[in-house]
C-alpha cells in the first residue's frame, strides 16, 4: 500500500513547486501515509546555526508557537515544554547528496504508537521529501530571481535620478520600507579622514528620535574600527546582528544601545561601494526581530550598489550646489565691494566738493575787523550784526551793489555759534535756472540727463552751519515754492531722490533788489519774503556816508601796497576831494578796484591820479534803477511793526507777540501803532 502510494507520491512531487505545494502535499497523501497529525520542515538560516520554518506562513500551527525556541540552535528539534506531554516528535535530517537542506519533524500525538513499516519508509520519504525540498527551493530561487530583478530594474531607474536626499528618501520609504518590511534605516557616509562614519540619511519616521541621544548620535563621527562597522567594511555580504544577543553580552556600542533602547532588536548592515572604494553603509532596522531569508539578504547587497550611486551623486550635487552658493556668494561679495567703492568714490568725491569749497572759501574769507565804516550808518549796521549773530535767526541783508552784503553775511557767520562749521554761499543769480535747484537741493544719479552721478546740494553741504543765498532776488518762482517748504520744513529732498533729509541750516539772504518792490509787483513771493524778512539789515550806499570814503581809501590803498610790493602811504587831497564827489554807483567794490588800478599806476608814495569815470559816463553808469527807497524814521518803523505783526500773525501781546519780539513792553507797541496809524486791518 505504502510502495503503491509512494509511486503515486513520486509523480505529485516533481509536481511540487513551492512551499505552500509541499507541504499541502506532506499534509494531506504523507499524513494519510505515515499517520502524523501535524509535521513541518525547517531549513537552516543564513548563519548556519539556526533552523527556521519553511512554512512560515502557517501561522495557527503549533510550530508556530515554538518556532522562536527551535530556530535559535540547528540541534534536534525540541518540543515546547507545554506541548511535550501531548506530542510525540520524529526529525529527519533531509540531505542533499552530503549537504543538509533541513529538517523534517511529523509530530505523533503522545499515546500513538507509530508502525514499524512506517519507521522503516521514513528514511526513503526523506529522501523524497528532500529533492523535492531542493526543487522547490531552487524553482522558488528561480521566481525570486525573477522578481528581484524586477525590483532591480524599477529601483535602477528610481535611483537613477536621485539627486537630493529627499528624493533618496521617497524611495526608500515607498518602495523598500515595502519590500522589507523594515521598521527604521539610515544611511552612514565616511569622512574625508578615512578613519570615521557620520550619519548621511535618517528615517523621517526614526523609531529612535525621541531617545534622548538619538540628536547627538545622528550628529557624531564614529571610529571605523569599532568591531561593527570593520565588520560591515570587510565583507561584501549584509551583515546581521541580533541586538537581543548583544544585549546579554552587554558589549553594544551606543548606537546600538540607542536603536535596542528604541524597540529595534535586529540590524542589518551593507556596505556601500563604488568601483570598490567604500564610502559609507547601509542600516536597515527591525522592531519584531524577524530574519531575513538569504534571497532577501542577497537582494539587500544588490540594492546597496544603487544605493551607493545614488548617494554618491546626492553628494557630488551637494558639492555643486555649495560651490554655486560660493560663486553666488563671491558673486554678491563683489556686487557688495563694488557698491562700496562706488560709495567711497561718492564719499572722496563729497569731501572733494567740501574741500575745494573750503579752499574757495579760505580764498575770499574777509575778517570781521576788516569791515571798515566809522559813520553812524556802518555803526547802526555793526549794533545790527552784534545783535543778530549770536542767534539762530534768518537774516536778510538789502543793499546795492558792492556795499558789503557778503562781507555782512561773513561776519554774523564767524560770530555765531556756527562759526566752526562753515558758511557755504549761493549765487541765485550767476547760476543757469535748470541748474540753481540742484545746486541748491542736490540731486540723485541719473535724475535728470547729464546726472551722472549722485551730488549732494548746498543746503546739505551747510548742514549745521550757514547757507548764505546770494541774490536771492533773482531766485526763479519756482524754486522759491520750494526754498519756502526747504526753509519751513527744515529737510529737503535731492532730485530724483525719494527720501527727506533733514538739515539743520542757518539761512543769510542778501539781495541788491528792492525786494519790497518785486513782491509788490508779483515777481517775489510774499511768503517767502516774511520768511527770510524776520531781521532785515540795509547796507547804505557809499554816497550816503561819505565820511568812511577816506578810511576805506586808505585802507585799500594798504592792503594793495602791502600785495604789490609798493611803498604808497598817501593821496592827493585833491584826488580824495574827487572820491568824496563821487557818486559810487559800485559802492565799496568799485572804490576798492579803483584804488588797486591806481596803486599799479601809481609811482611815488602818493595816489595823485585815480581814474574816475568822466560826469558822461558816471550817468551811463549810474543805476537806472533805486535800489530801496529811502524812507523817514517813521516810515521804516511803521514798516517794520507792520512785518512784525504779520510775522506774529496779528498777535500782538503775550508769548511769541509782537511786542516781545520787537523787544517792547506792550503799551509800548500800541502806543507806536497808535501814532503810526497802524490799524488791524493792515496786518490781519
Ligand atoms: N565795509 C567794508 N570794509 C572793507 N571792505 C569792504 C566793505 N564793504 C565791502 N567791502 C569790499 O567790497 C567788495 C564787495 O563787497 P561784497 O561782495 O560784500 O558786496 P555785496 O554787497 O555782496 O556785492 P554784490 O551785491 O555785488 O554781491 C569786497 O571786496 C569787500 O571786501
Not at 502535499?25 to 505515515?34: H, I, V
Request: charged share 25%.
Amino acid at each position: 500500500m505504502i510502495c503503491h502510494d509512494a509511486n503515486n507520491l513520486n509523480v505529485a512531487c516533481l509536481r511540487v513547486r513551492s512551499a505552500k505545494q509541499l507541504f499541502q502535499l506532506l499534509n494531506d497523501r504523507l499524513k494519510r501515509l505515515l499517520g502524523y497529525t501535524y509535521t513541518t520542515i525547517f531549513l537552516p538560516g543564513t548563519n548556519k546555526t539556526t533552523l527556521y520554518n519553511y512554512f512560515s506562513d502557517l501561522q495557527h500551527h503549533p510550530f508556530a508557537r515554538s518556532a522562536a525556541a527551535t530556530t535559535s540552535s540547528i540541534n534536534p528539534y525540541l518540543l515546547h515544554p507545554a506541548d511535550s506531554k501531548k506530542w510525540k516528535p520524529l526529525q529527519l535530517d533531509l540531505l542533499n547528496g552530503e549537504k543538509f537542506i533541513g529538517r523534517w519533524i511529523l509530530l505523533y500525538g503522545a499515546q500513538e504508537t507509530v508502525s514499524e513499516t512506517c519507521l522503516e519508509s521514513l528514511p526513503g520519504f526523506a529522501e523524497l521529501i528532500a529533492a523535492t525540498l531542493t526543487n522547490s527551493i531552487d524553482y522558488e530561487e528561480m521566481l525570486d530571481r525573477e522578481k528581484e530583478n524586477d525590483i532591480i530594474q524599477s529601483l535602477n531607474i528610481d535611483f537613477a535620478t536621485i539627486r537630493q536626499k529627499q528624493d533618496l528618501l521617497k524611495v526608500i520609504h515607498f518602495k523598500l520600507k515595502n519590500l522589507f518590511d523594515f521598521s527604521d534605516q539610515f544611511v552612514a557616509v565616511i569622512n574625508d579622514d578615512k578613519l570615521t562614519l557620520s550619519s548621511f540619511l535618517q528615517d523621517t519616521q526614526s523609531w529612535a528620535d525621541e531617545h534622548p541621544k538619538y540628536k547627538q548620535s545622528v550628529a557624531a563621527k564614529y571610529p571605523l574600527n569599532d568591531g561593527v562597522f570593520n565588520k560591515v567594511i570587510l565583507s561584501k555580504d549584509p551583515q546581521v546582528f541580533d541586538l537581543r544577543q548583544q544585549h546579554a553580552r552587554g558589549n553594544m556600542p551606543e548606537y546600538f544601545q540607542i536603536l535596542y533602547d528604541s524597540g529595534v532588536r535586529m540590524v542589518f548592515m551593507v556596505g556601500l561601494h563604488v568601483r570598490d572604494r567604500m564610502i559609507g553603509l547601509w542600516c536597515i532596522c527591525q522592531v519584531d526581530g524577524q530574519h531575513m531569508s538569504s534571497g532577501q539578504l542577497q537582494l539587500i547587497r544588490k540594492i546597496s550598489v544603487q544605493l551607493s550611486i545614488a548617494v554618491e551623486n546626492i553628494k557630488a550635487n551637494e558639492a555643486i550646489a555649495a560651490k554655486e552658493e560660493e560663486g553666488r556668494l563671491l558673486l554678491r561679495m563683489s556686487d557688495d565691494i563694488a557698491n562700496i567703492h562706488d560709495l567711497i568714490k561718492r564719499y572722496k568725491q563729497q569731501l572733494e566738493e567740501k574741500k575745494i569749497y573750503l579752499e574757495e572759501e579760505i580764498g575770499t574769507t574777509h575778517n570781521y575787523a576788516e569791515i571798515i565804516g566809522n559813520g553812524p550808518e556802518m555803526q547802526k549796521v555793526f549794533r545790527l550784526v552784534s545783535k543778530v549773530a549770536g542767534t539762530d535767526s534768518t537774516v536778510l541783508i538789502l543793499g546795492e551793489t558792492g556795499t558789503g552784503k557778503e562781507l555782512i553775511a561773513r561776519a554774523i557767520h564767524n560770530n555765531s555759534s556756527r562759526k566752526e562749521r562753515i558758511m557755504v554761499k549761493v549765487n541765485c543769480a550767476t547760476l543757469p535756472v535748470h541748474l540753481v535747484e540742484s545746486e541748491l537741493f542736490g540731486h540723485e544719479r541719473g535724475s535728470f540727463t547729464g546726472a551722472i552721478e549722485r551730488r549732494i546740494g548746498k543746503f546739505e553741504l551747510a548742514n549745521h552751519g550757514t547757507l548764505f543765498l546770494d541774490e536771492i532776488g533773482e531766485l526763479p518762482p519756482e524754486l522759491q515754492v520750494k526754498l519756502l517748504r526747504a526753509l519751513q520744513e527744515k529737510e529737503i529732498e535731492r532730485i530724483g531722490g525719494k527720501t527727506t533729509i533733514k538739515v539743520d541750516v542757518r539761512i543769510i539772504a542778501a539781495t541788491n533788489r528792492d525786494i519790497e518792490k518785486e513782491v509788490a509787483e508779483g515777481r517775489f513771493r510774499n511768503d517767502l519774503y516774511y520768511r527770510l524778512n524776520i531781521f532785515p539789515i540795509c547796507l547804505p550806499p557809499l554816497r550816503s556816508r561819505t565820511e568812511d570814503i577816506p578810511v576805506l581809501a586808505a585802507h585799500f590803498m594798504q592792503r594793495f601796497s602791502k600785495k604789490l610790493g609798493k611803498q604808497i602811504n598817501k593821496i592827493s587831497h585833491s584826488k580824495l576831494q574827487e572820491l568824496l564827489q563821487y557818486s559810487w554807483p559800485g559802492n565799496i567794490r568799485e572804490l576798492e578796484h579803483l584804488v588797486e588800478r591806481s596803486i599799479l599806476l601809481t609811482t611815488g608814495d602818493t595816489i595823485t591820479d585815480i581814474p574816475l569815470p568822466s560826469p558822461r559816463q558816471q550817468n551811463v553808469s549810474q543805476p537806472a534803477q533805486v535800489y530801496f527807497s529811502l524812507k523817514t524814521i517813521d516810515e521804516n518803523e511803521r514798516e517794520h511793526i507792520l512785518n512784525t505783526l504779520i510775522y506774529c500773525k496779528g498777535k500782538i501781546t503775550g508769548e511769541g507777540g509782537a511786542a516781545q519780539r520787537l523787544g517792547v513792553p506792550n503799551s509800548t507797541l500800541s502806543s507806536k501803532m497808535k501814532r503810526l496809524g497802524i490799524r488791524k486791518e493792515h496786518f490781519k
